[in-house]
């Protein structure tokens, strides 16, 4: 693979002999003035990074850039991975350690909106990418005869919505549809809200805050929960209504964090930030709801699959997949 054009280009010698005792003063070069920060701060930052892999150090010409790979896990918003996003994520959940640590002792719960708003703001950089990569272009087309009445006009609840970035790509997409949000954290409701404006799709899409067991709503022709039915205390209740809420002929699409059923088929990269996000929100949020159910982010094909069939759905397979989730069809 041929290599990248250097990215993050930064040449500064800060102990270079000046005949003064002190440091040269450093041009302002093109990474430190895009960015409009100190070369001198960036520089060490930029060796700190290197250390750790994420840009790569030319020691010749004393400069960073990217090889391609990191390029593609680093660099693009908008790319299939953006793993900046999971820092974002893992530094928010971070900041509600000692409730954790507690939560370990008392067994009680600590609720997706008592924490703090990096959590909301990285889970959705973490996962857009790969929506925006599946979602229209393999996940749509998977199900059975979901395109088709999408593009012709389909009622469509998109459920545990967070900022609504499934919402809006989904009604971007198809522009005769209309679309339904709906998330228990009025926190996360009002910027998607914002962001359905800003994306141009507003008068074809609401957003309500409301639970996954009581949101508004009959005769949908596609519910669909992405990455949240594992995290809630009662996901039979919400797999209850979202049956309710379907038409005769509807389909609920279920997209979850890749996992295997038995535990030592996840003990691998991904398990391992799936099962550590797990300890630190999915299963405290679920332990503060009521419901019995704390399924975790590796719960696995078999038990999404025994929520779904107890609910009264009678049709239920795994549709597609990708490197970080698996996506499922539910029929009445």
């Known amino acids: 693979m041929a290599r990248c054009q250097p990215t993050l280009t930064l040449s500064f010698r800060p102990w270079a002999a000046s005949g003064s005792g002190c440091p040269p003063r450093a041009p302002r070069t093109d990474l430190a003035t895009r960015t409009g920060t100190d070369t001198r701060y960036l520089t060490e930052w930029l060796r700190g990074q290197a250390a750790s892999g994420y840009p790569t150090y030319d020691a010749e010409a004393d400069t960073f850039s990217m090889t391609p790979e990191q390029a593609f896990a680093f660099s693009d918003p908008n790319g299939p991975v953006h793993l900046p996003g999971a820092f974002v994520l893992a530094l928010g959940a971070r900041r509600a350690e000692p409730r954790i640590a507690e939560a370990f002792r008392t067994g009680e719960g600590v609720g997706w909106h008592e924490q703090h708003e990096d959590v909301f703001t990285g889970c959705e950089l973490f996962f857009r990418p790969g929506y925006l990569m599946n979602l229209v272009p393999s996940w749509i087309p998977a199900l059975d005869g979901v395109e088709d009445k999408l593009r012709a006009g389909a009622r469509v609840a998109d459920i545990g919505c967070g900022l609504g970035a499934s919402t809006a790509l989904l009604a971007a997409a198809y522009p005769n549809s209309r679309f339904s949000g709906s998330d228990y954290h009025a926190g996360s409701v009002e910027p998607a809200r914002k962001r359905a404006a800003e994306a ?97 982010a590796q719960a696995g094909e078999s038990a999404i699959r025994d929520v779904v069939t107890e609910a009264g759905f009678t049709r239920f397979r795994r549709a597609a997949e990708s490197p970080f989730n698996l996506v499922y069809e539910a029929r009445p």
């Open 200 to 296: 141009g799709v507003a008068a074809r899409v609401s957003f309500e805050v409301a639970s996954a067991q009581d949101f508004t709503g009959t005769g949908d022709d596609l519910a669909a929960t992405f990455d949240c039915l594992h995290d809630m205390g009662d996901p039979l209740g919400a797999a209850r209504h979202v049956r309710g809420a379907l038409a005769d002929d509807g389909t609920w699409l279920i997209v979850e964090p890749v996992a295997a059923d038995a535990v030592a088929d996840n003990l691998n990269p991904v398990g391992r930030v799936y099962y550590s996000a797990s300890t630190l929100l999915c299963v405290p949020n679920a332990k503060s709801q009521a419901g019995g159910y704390a399924l975790g």
